[in-house]
């Protein structure tokens, strides 16, 4: 199972959106609505923050928002602030003996 | 208050075998699918295997036949045992709680593991 792709790098400026893609396979993101996205500061567990391609957990922002078409899910982080900056992961679920699939990451910056 | 506390990882010689351990508190370890996800120094996240609500163990091909995931229902403690390291297993662990296999929603701080 080959990891999903993830643009390795992405900027902003405070108070811009940014957009991360996420691009499987029919396999996985476009066969299931399972996927999820998480941040992880340097040095810190990775932390979820969109669950099944759009659900937010209790407690993160309102400024994440996930979607999905085909066989690419997207990341939006509106309005960016100085603490997004971090890595952000996307996974899916594939329904194979490799339960779960990550993006190799994308390193948000914040200009 | 959920929390997972890794422990047991270290330095270890190719061709060895080290236990890591994963401690639940706040909620029962049996009633959530529980994984291990690692992450080699500089890299991405790669899942490693998960255990099911009756203890079924699945394995991405990277790690099957040398890793094997356990828990204590007692303890509330969850077990990855790795034999046959390799260098390139060297890696920080993560012990995450499960929805199943949908998402992972409550993470370990990780342990590091060196095969050197």
């Known amino acids: 199972q080959s990891a999903l792709t993830q643009p390795a790098s992405v900027s902003g400026s405070p108070g811009q959106s940014i957009t991360i893609s996420c691009t499987g396979t029919s396999g996985d993101v476009g066969a299931y609505d399972y996927v999820s996205w998480y941040q992880q500061h340097p040095g810190k567990a990775p932390k979820l923050i969109i669950s099944?391609?759009?659900r937010r957990p209790s407690g993160v922002s309102s400024r994440f928002s996930g979607s999905k078409s085909g066989n690419t899910a997207s990341l939006t982080i509106s309005w960016l602030q100085a603490d997004d900056e971090a890595d952000y992961y996307c996974c899916s679920y594939t329904g194979a003996s490799t339960l779960l699939t990550f993006g190799g990451g994308t390193k948000v910056s914040v200009l | 208050e959920v929390q997972l506390v890794e422990s047991g990882g270290g330095l270890v010689q190719p061709g060895g075998s080290l236990r890591l351990s994963c401690a639940a508190s706040g909620f029962t370890l049996t009633n959530y699918y529980m994984h291990w996800v690692r992450q080699s120094p500089g890299k991405g996240l790669v899942w490693l295997s998960r255990i099911n609500a009756v203890g079924r163990g699945d394995y991405a091909y990277s790690v099957e036949g040398r890793f094997t995931v356990s828990r204590d229902t007692a303890q509330n403690m969850l077990f990855l045992q790795m034999n046959s390291l390799r260098a390139e297993d060297t890696a920080l662990y993560f012990c995450?709680?499960?929805?199943?296999?949908?998402?992972?929603?409550?993470w370990g701080q990780g342990v590091l593991v060196t095969v050197s």
């Open positions: 995450a709680r499960g929805l199943y296999d949908r998402h992972l929603d409550v």
């Open positions: 099944d391609v759009s």
